[in-house]
């Protein structure tokens, strides 16, 4: 579960994640999406380049 907002600024951040993951798992590069989705704040950028799904991981245990 991607954070709503940037934990620093609080710019909106989760209507970018669905695209940003699509386009990384084609094998884009990850500057050339963050620009184009208009992610210009590296705190913001930070957020979705170091964000690690482990919902699936931790599903088990509810």
Known sequence: MIPVRCFTCGKVISPAWEEYKARREKGEDPKKILDDLGITRYCCRRMLLTHKEI???LNPYQ
């Open 55 to 57: 919902i699936d991981e």
